[in-house]
């Protein structure tokens, strides 16, 4: 009884030390993980591609990352001054939008007029926004973890077999097979959910920047751009990405205001209805509910970095239970 007891304050304590060490070095393995999705991503490319045009992946996964950073060199020499322009005068949209409808609201008597010396809700935002706009482009640990995060990426899309077989040895020959067939379900569901996540980026930010600019929009590159980053976090993203657009639309007009808005409840929707069966049934099927709750508790531990990366830390989580627990300890097929 004694020796039960013992056992069990020992699990304990080693998962609370676990748990300790995971909390306290949280962003570098945020860090570490970023860098393993977005070379699973690369990796799936370049072996499409390379399947496609006779290639080997090597020189696919080359011809893929100097495309992307080519994409890249010639967006930002082209339009970097234009777009960071333009996002300040989106912040300062959202601001006045805020202050606006504050207004409207305290007229209505749903709300009530303070004189408070913070200057209320809409200096308040206008500080969140600011903080927003401006994060992490000027500070150096940003710039430092970016420049980790490419040279991480670099390697384990060079040469990903290294580290799965590095992996696979930690266990017992016995079970080996079992972690290869984790591994396995564990890339082929990051790699759709990645190639899910940039569709929806690509078709959100085009449709939004393609309608804001038709109607005469004059910051629909901002637009665009923002929607299609937060359009990457799923649910919490687009709701984000719905602020700005209808801010903007707003304050080019009233019925300027509502076909954007209307506009981009239909994108919402036929995204929704296409982009997202098609994750589910390649890769997993995100119950809203759990998505949603991960993500409140990773941004409130890890901020910004880990409600963006909620999503995939939680189909890493549903393969691995899937696989490891139901499949090979219950013996039940999981479909």
């Not at 910051?219 to 976090?233: D, N, R, S």
Request: charged content about 10%; proline content about 3%.
């Amino acid at each position: 009884m004694g020796s039960e007891r013992w056992i069990r304050t020992d699990t304990i304590l080693l998962t609370a030390g676990l748990l300790l060490i995971g909390y306290l070095i949280g962003n570098v393995i945020l860090l570490v993980f970023a860098a393993v999705l977005i070379a699973v991503g690369l990796d799936g490319l370049a072996r499409a591609i390379a399947g496609r045009l006779q290639l080997t992946r090597g020189w696919a996964l080359v011809g893929v990352s100097i495309a992307i950073f080519a994409f890249i060199g010639v967006v930002f020499a082209v339009s970097a001054g234009r777009l960071v322009q333009q996002l300040r005068d989106v912040s300062a949209a959202v601001v006045v939008f805020v202050q606006q409808t504050h207004a409207w609201l305290i007229n209505l008597g749903v709300m009530v007029e303070t004189d408070d010396d913070d200057g209320g809700l809409a200096n308040t935002l206008r500080d969140m926004t600011g903080e927003v706009m401006t994060w992490g482009m000027t500070a150096v640990g940003a710039v430092a973890s970016l420049v980790i995060l490419v040279v991480l990426t670099g390697f384990i899309s060079a040469n990903p077999a290294l580290y799965r077989g590095g992996m696979v040895r930690l266990v017992p020959p016995a079970q080996r097979a079992v972690v290869e067939d984790t591994l396995s379900a564990l890339a082929h569901a990051i790699r759709w959910w990645f190639l899910g996540q940039l569709v929806s980026m690509a078709l959100l930010g085009v449709a939004v920047g393609f309608g804001l600019f038709v109607l005469g929009v004059e910051l629909w590159l901002g637009i665009a751009v923002l929607t299609a980053l937060l359009t990457f976090i799923p649910f919490v993203g687009p709701l984000i990405a719905a602020v700005p657009v209808v801010a903007v639309g707003f304050a080019a007009g009233m019925q300027t205001g509502l076909i954007v808005l209307v506009g981009y409840v239909v994108i919402q929707n036929i995204e929704g209805s296409v982009i997202g069966p098609m994750i589910q049934q390649k890769a997993v099927n995100l119950p809203p509910a759990l998505l949603i709750a991960v993500q409140v508790l990773l941004s409130v531990i890890f901020g910004v970095v880990g409600l963006i990366l909620a999503a995939p830390l939680t189909i890493v989580a549903m393969v691995a239970v899937q696989k490891l627990w139901v499949e090979h300890t219950l013996g039940e097929k999981v479909t």
